[in-house]
C-alpha cells in the first residue's frame, strides 16, 4: 500500500485534457514536501517530467502540469497525444519513510 | 551528456545476494546524490534508499534496512548497492537514479535498470 494514492488508470482520446491525482497525508504532501512526477513507458526507465510542485524539466512540453494544495497534488496533461501512454508516478517526502512514490497510474489513450 | 549505466541481469538463488552497479558520466559524480528504486513485475516504484556520493551518507526505507549495503566509489563515478538474503520477492527490476540536492529532492537522471530475477 502507497502512501501515496493514485488513480489506477485514466484515459482520454486524442486532442483531450486528462488529471492524475495524487493523495497524501499530513506526514508527507501535507507536511510541505514537494510533490514531484514522473512518466515511465512499461520496460522503461521513469523520466522527470515535473519536479517542486510545478517545474518542468527543459524539453517537457507545456502541455504537461501540475498543482499542490493541501494534502493532495494534481497533474494534468492537455492537447492528449497517442505518445503520452503510459505510466505516470507521484513522489514526495515522508515523516516517516523518508520518500514515497504513488502506486501509479496508466494512462489509456483512446 | 548526463549517462548512468547499470549493470547487466543477474539470476540469484533465495538466500544469495546481489551487487548491481551504476557508473555516471557526464557531470561531476560527487555533486549529485543516488537513489536507489525497484520496481517488481506489474508493480509500482519501491525506494529503497539513498546515498551522498561524497560523504557516503545513507539513508533506507525501514524494510530494507538491515539488507542493503549502498556505497560509492568517486574516482570511478560508480555507485552500488547490494541486497542480501534474497527472496522471490525481490525479482525486480532495479533502478539507479541521480538526485539534485536540492530540499525535497527529485530524480532527473535514471539508469537503464538492472533485472535481478530469484529463482531456485
Known amino acids: 500500500q502507497s502512501v501515496l494514492t493514485q488513480p489506477p488508470s485514466v484515459s482520454g482520446a486524442p486532442g483531450q485534457r486528462v488529471t492524475i491525482s495524487c493523495t497524501g497525508s499530513?506526514?508527507?504532501?501535507?507536511?510541505?514536501?514537494?510533490v514531484h512526477w514522473y512518466q515511465q513507458v512499461p520496460g522503461t526507465a521513469p523520466k522527470l517530467l515535473i519536479y517542486a510542485n510545478t517545474n518542468r524539466p527543459s524539453g517537457v512540453p507545456d502541455r504537461f502540469s501540475a498543482s499542490k494544495s493541501g494534502t493532495s497534488a494534481s497533474l494534468a496533461i492537455t492537447g492528449l497525444q497517442a505518445d503520452d501512454e503510459a505510466d505516470y508516478y507521484c513522489q514526495s517526502h515522508d515523516t516517516s519513510l523518508s520518500v514515497a512514490f504513488g502506486g501509479g497510474t496508466r494512462l489509456t489513450v483512446l | 551528456q548526463v549517462l548512468l549505466v547499470q549493470s547487466g541481469a543477474e539470476v540469484k538463488k533465495p538466500g544469495a545476494s546481489v551487487r548491481v552497479s551504476c557508473k555516471a558520466s557526464g557531470y561531476t559524480f560527487s555533486n549529485y546524490d543516488i537513489t536507489w528504486v525497484r520496481q517488481a513485475p506489474g508493480q509500482g516504484l519501491e525506494w529503497l534508499g539513498w546515498?551522498?556520493?561524497?560523504?557516503?551518507?545513507?539513508k533506507f526505507a525501514q524494510r530494507f534496512q538491515e539488507r542493503v549495503t549502498l556505497t560509492t566509489d568517486t574516482f570511478t563515478g560508480t555507485a552500488y548497492m547490494e541486497l542480501r538474503s534474497l527472496t522471490s520477492d525481490d525479482s525486480a527490476l532495479y533502478f539507479c537514479?541521480?538526485?539534485?540536492?536540492?530540499?525535497?529532492?527529485?530524480?532527473?537522471?535514471w539508469g537503464q535498470g538492472t533485472l535481478v530475477t530469484v529463482s531456485s
Open positions: 499530513r506526514s508527507n504532501i501535507g507536511a510541505g514536501y514537494d
Open positions: 537514479a541521480r538526485e539534485a540536492r536540492t530540499v525535497d529532492a527529485y530524480c532527473d537522471y
Open positions: 546515498i551522498s556520493a561524497d560523504t557516503g551518507n545513507t
